[in-house]
């Protein structure tokens, strides 16, 4: 494992524990997109589904274990546990329009036309726009909450992170994956204009707003 893949890992576990601990410290889960979580879950069952199948490692184990229960852990104290909190008027996004084109694009490109396969394929076509309802919500309220804004940073380093595995692997292993290439630079490529605000305001202590 090379150290992008390592670090990519660590910053996709910070992201998460940062929102999972944002929600139970506030007892609110305010500004947080409900629609994005139910996607990153969607993402991880359909990832990792491998799980019954077959056995890398230990830590390749765990750490699916631990992002398929923390995603959904989150999906239950959003639309469970702090429903009350939870701001469904502004999270709008019809995701419906990401899930089934997505849905056809795994079915016609992938890398093997087999279930497990085509599920991993849309898991990650999927992930690469499972954020657009977050970024969505923003943009409607007009700004984001600090504590938000780190979970978005280090979700969108953890794919960057990612894209630079990739290149690794083809550079020193021959390895090359399209789809996942492809996926990841569009993913890295919607968080950009947020990498700049994160920088230039959050990073200064100011609020992070987005343009309606």
């Known amino acids: 494992m090379n150290v992008f893949r390592l670090t990519g890992d660590l910053s996709h576990l910070a992201a998460i524990i940062i929102l999972l601990l944002k929600i139970w410290k506030t007892r609110s889960c305010a500004g947080i997109s409900g629609k994005s979580q139910i996607l990153f879950a969607l993402v991880?069952?359909?990832?990792?589904?491998?799980?019954?199948?077959?056995f890398i490692s230990l830590y390749n184990t765990s750490m699916k274990f631990i992002y398929i229960g923390c995603a959904y852990a989150t999906v239950y104290l959003i639309y469970a546990k702090f429903k009350a909190t939870y701001d469904g008027n502004h999270d709008t996004f019809r995701v419906?329009?990401?899930?089934?084109?997505i849905g056809g694009l795994a079915f016609l490109v992938n890398?093997?036309?087999?279930?497990?396969?085509?599920?991993?394929?849309?898991?990650?076509?999927?992930?690469s726009v499972a954020i657009l309802p977050q970024l969505f919500m923003i943009s409607k309220t007009g700004e984001a909450e600090t504590i938000t804004t780190h979970y978005l940073f280090f979700l969108g380093l953890y794919r960057a992170l990612?894209?630079?595995n990739w290149i690794w692997r083809f550079y020193f292993e021959g390895f090359f994956d399209m789809i996942a290439i492809v996926a990841g630079v569009?993913?890295?490529?919607?968080?950009c204009d947020f990498f700049y605000l994160y920088v230039t305001k959050v990073?200064?202590?100011k609020k992070l707003s987005l343009p309606a």
Request: glycine content about 2%.
């Open 44 to 54: 991880f069952t359909t990832r990792y589904l491998d799980l019954l199948t077959s």
């Open 111 to 127: 890398h093997d036309f087999s279930p497990l396969e085509i599920l991993w394929t849309f898991s990650i076509y999927l992930e």
């Open 162 to 164: 990612y894209l630079m």
């Open 96 to 101: 419906e329009f990401l899930v089934v084109p």
């Open 186 to 191: 569009v993913q890295t490529i919607l968080y």
């Open 203 to 205: 990073l200064k202590g």
